[in-house]
């Protein structure tokens, strides 16, 4: 069976590949172009795909050859379900592997936006770190505030554990249904969307993205948060509205706000939230520690390995279509 990788992934992940005895294509140049990603894809029985490329009606009409995906990636918004499951081909993805690692920048950008940790940090490289003034760019303290986690899933639970535990804050979330683990163990509250918004210090996103949700965190929403409020996400950056988000910040509806996504993705390098002080912005390094990385290159080998054997792969997206 042949298998396109379209960027390097750790060893771990293709050497489980070839010892399947998998025949694997990896392109030496693995920054394609869309025509030169479709031609491998083209030509190939399953796909590990890494990125964002994205798998439309239009890939399916133009690759019928292609059997089976597997995301490197927990996320999988960039697929067409439906039109996955009305060709039967299963969708893998990379869940718990990452959940840690990707709660940590959750966690770390709480922080370092309370206390404005990247304003702070340039005045240091800039050589201005001036006298001591006993009221500038203060920060806050998160000790008993509340965290309100939308979508808790793994990487909520992990984000609710680390800041009950760090600093005893209440636990209050928004899911589609309830999290009973979450309520015994870290004795969150299932809340409407609306009691989310206005009732957390720190509101965190940790959701799978539907376009439904495009544009959800908006000016409307902005406007019942407290003005203390942080705004974390660390999902994906079509939750948020970026324009609506910047005005929030310097008409000081909200406090502060930490990303590891943005809307657009790559952020423009002009996007004028970047010059302000109650804002913390990474490019999208979740997961990017050694253990999640060969965690997803494993997972997503398992997917493909599977699959190849005629099973259902380990973790599937669209369980339905081995029903069908």
Request: charged share 25%; net charge negative.
């Amino acid at each position: 069976m042949k298998v396109f990788i379209n960027k390097r992934i750790p060893e771990i992940g293709i050497k489980m590949l070839e010892d399947a005895g998998l025949e694997i294509t990896i392109p030496e140049n693995d920054n394609l172009s869309h025509e030169e990603w479709l031609s491998y894809c083209k030509n190939t029985d399953a796909i590990l795909n890494v990125g964002n490329h994205s798998f439309d009606k239009d890939f399916f009409e133009q690759c019928p050859n292609v059997k089976a995906i597997a995301l490197y990636s927990v996320g999988f918004d960039h697929v067409n379900i439906k039109e996955a499951n009305h060709r039967n081909i299963p969708i893998g993805n990379t869940p718990d592997v990452l959940s840690k690692a990707t709660s940590d920048v959750a966690f770390l950008l709480m922080q370092s936006v309370a206390r404005r940790a990247s304003y702070n940090f340039q005045k240091v490289k800039e050589g201005n770190w001036g006298d001591f003034d006993p009221l500038h760019a203060l920060g806050q303290e998160l000790y008993g505030k509340t965290l309100g986690i939308f979508g808790l899933g793994r990487i909520g639970f992990e984000m609710a554990k680390k800041s009950l535990k760090a600093f005893d804050m209440s636990i209050i979330y928004h899911n589609r249904s309830h999290n009973e683990e979450a309520e015994k163990e870290l004795n969150a509250k299932y809340v409407s969307f609306d009691e989310l918004v206005e009732q957390a210090d720190v509101l965190s996103i940790h959701a799978n993205f539907v376009p439904e949700q495009k544009d959800l965190f908006n000016n409307l929403v902005f406007e019942r948060m407290k003005p203390n409020a942080i705004f974390i996400n660390t999902a994906r950056g079509g939750f948020h509205n970026q324009t609506d988000l910047y005005e929030a910040l310097v008409s000081r509806k909200i406090w502060g706000a930490g990303l590891d996504v943005t809307n657009p993705e790559p952020i423009l390098k002009d996007d004028p939230i970047l010059g302000l002080s109650n804002v913390c912005i990474l490019p999208h390094i979740g997961s990017a520690t050694i253990e999640a990385r060969n965690g997803m290159a494993k997972v997503a080998a398992e997917n493909i390995i599977a699959f190849s054997k005629g099973e259902k792969m380990i973790h599937c997206v669209n369980p339905e279509v081995y029903h069908n």
